[in-house]
């Protein structure tokens, strides 16, 4: 394999030059970049990556830790960071808690082994021990959906987003709303969601009926059943639902459908998400857009500027959202 003195010595430049035309850093004639160039070119030389992270003390890869990464919302997270990271020449490695908190130490652990640049994390439950061992890392790191002081966030307005929803339903003439939620140790898509579900029906003086309010996991089955248990244990019928993902909202239209009502006409229904299957069901689904590529995105660019020393202060950032409303209210 041809040296970096080799490809010195046949384009007559310095080591030194031609590292810096590798690494694309330092000043170089446009004569002496274009004969390192050529003997690159002609004798198919490909920097060794072991070598370049020796020298730079970087190995341009980023570990992104992904609570379900079979999830649509996961694949165009990844599309957004991809999109940001593949210009300046890093790979991602992707871990995959499948939803089990414990992973998620398992995984930061591994991804330091690896001796990565950068970590982004999308995670759910927020607990200490994961919070101490974030701060143990001195890896740059961006936490995405959740916030944690003292670290970097890119965030989503959970509460407001709801909150317009709700209001959204109750300018439409609904009073009797019901909310499909899940676990609130998730504090954004659980405690915060449903936190402004409420605050919404209080601000416009409405009752909020406990059995109105059902609480599952990330499927559409589980919508369906917390649709049927509101309305098996209601003695008031909500006239409209809203669910905190387009998939429980999903579930809850099949049970509405398969019980012969009509939605919208004797209940509307509300998702959060914006998936590719809302806009195609019957009818299409209101629902929430998060931009989630532009989450991706966000994050990506605030985690090169810490590996680049742009900016090492802790700052969120937060993604606008945008209400589609549709045929389902």
């Not at 966030?153 to 609904?174: E, R």
């Amino acid at each position: 394999m041809l040296t970096i003195k080799e490809i010195a010595e046949r384009a007559n430049v310095s080591r030194t030059t031609v590292s810096r035309v590798l690494n694309n850093s330092g000043y170089v004639s446009e004569e002496a970049k274009k004969r390192v160039l050529k003997v690159i070119e002609d004798t198919g030389y490909v920097p060794s990556e072991n070598a370049k992270s020796l020298r730079t003390k970087k190995t341009k890869v980023i570990g992104v830790i992904l609570p379900k990464i079979s999830t649509e919302t996961s694949s165009r997270f990844v599309n957004g960071i991809d999109e940001v990271l593949a210009k300046e020449g890093y790979q991602i490695l992707l871990t995959n808690t499948n939803l089990k908190p414990e992973k998620e130490i398992e995984f930061l652990r591994l991804l330091k082994s690896r001796h990565v640049d950068g970590i982004i994390q999308s995670a759910t439950n927020i607990n200490q021990p994961l919070v101490d061992e974030i701060f143990r890392l001195k890896i740059p790191f961006v936490m995405v959906g959740q916030c944690i002081s003292g670290l970097s966030n890119v965030v989503f307005d959970d509460l407001q987003a709801i909150k317009d929803m709700v209001n959204l339903l109750i300018k439409k003439g609904h009073q009797h709303i019901a909310f499909i939620g899940v676990d609130e140790k998730d504090r954004a898509v659980g405690y915060l969601r449903k936190a402004g579900y409420i605050e919404a029906m209080k601000e416009s003086n409405l009752d909020v009926e406990e059995s109105w309010i059902q609480k599952g996991i990330f499927d559409m089955k589980s919508g369906y059943d917390c649709m049927k248990m509101i309305l098996d244990s209601s003695q008031n019928k909500p006239t409209a639902v809203v669910a905190v993902t387009d998939r429980l909202a999903i579930g809850a239209m099949q049970y509405i459908k398969e019980i012969g009502l009509s939605i919208p006409e004797d209940i509307a229904v509300a998702g959060m998400g914006a998936s590719e299957l809302s806009k195609v069901i019957s009818p299409s689904l209101t629902t929430i857009d998060f931009s989630i590529e532009e989450a991706g995105r966000e994050a990506a660019s605030l985690l090169l500027e810490k590996i680049n020393g742009q900016n090492n202060r802790e700052i969120d950032r937060i993604i606008k959202y945008r209400l589609l409303e549709r045929d389902s209210i």
